[in-house]
Structures are given as structure tokens and as C-alpha cells.
């Protein structure tokens, strides 16, 4: 079975920043594609940021400059540098990874249970 673990998250004032990181746990023989997804109250949920097994990244348009994803594939860890945050920024965060292991071999996709950012004057 597969876990992933979040943290990082918090209250911030407008213009500061966070770091996010979810380390993956558990029987894993790769590990693929990795992402960050945000849900706002009221809204649907949006992908914030991934980066691919080849750290290939790709950002919303609104986070980009702002926002960097980056892994460390040994430590099976995926991380979201957050900077200059705005109010619109605040959010449940969720990770996202794409992993193989003896379950599901082709790959399946991971979800953390998720963790507040609040951005707030």
C-alpha cells in the first residue's frame, strides 16, 4: 500500500511564502508523473503545478514566476516552493502521484489527504 504524506502548509500574510512537500511511502517500483492540485471552497479542483519522471514542469498560468515544483527521486519526495502568495492562492492543496508498484504495475494514481494554505492580511 502506498501513502503520501503532506506538509508544509499554513498561514501566510500576501506577498510571503511556503513550502510544500509530500514523501511517498510503501511498496514502490517507480514512481512517474507528480503533481500539485488546489481546491478552493466553492471551486473545483485545479492542477497547480506537475513535473514528469524526465523534470519536465509544467504551472498553472496564474502561479507561474511565483510557484516552482521540483522531486528528489530517491527520497521519493515532491516538493512546491510558494512564493509571493496572493489571497487567491488559499486553498486545500493536494498531492499527487503517479506510481507503480506491485498492485498496480502500469502505474496508479496516488492522492495525500490534503493541506491548508491560507493566504490572509
Known amino acids: 500500500q502506498v501513502q503520501l504524506a503532506e506538509s508544509g502548509g499554513g498561514s501566510v500574510q500576501p506577498g510571503g511564502s511556503l513550502r510544500l512537500a509530500c514523501v511517498a511511502s510503501g511498496s514502490i517500483i517507480a514512481i512517474y508523473t507528480l503533481g500539485w492540485y488546489r481546491q478552493a471552497p466553492g471551486k473545483q479542483r485545479e492542477l497547480v503545478a506537475e513535473?514528469?519522471?524526465?523534470?519536465?514542469?509544467k504551472y498553472l498560468d496564474s502561479v507561474k514566476g511565483r510557484f516552482t515544483v521540483s522531486r528528489d527521486t530517491f527520497a521519493k519526495e515532491l516538493y512546491l516552493q510558494m512564493n509571493n502568495l496572493r489571497p487567491e492562492d488559499t486553498a486545500v492543496y493536494y498531492c499527487n502521484q503517479h506510481i507503480a508498484n506491485n498492485e498496480f504495475p502500469w502505474g496508479h494514481e496516488y492522492w495525500g489527504q490534503g493541506i491548508q494554505v491560507t493566504v490572509s492580511s
Open positions: 513535473i514528469t519522471s524526465s523534470d519536465i514542469p
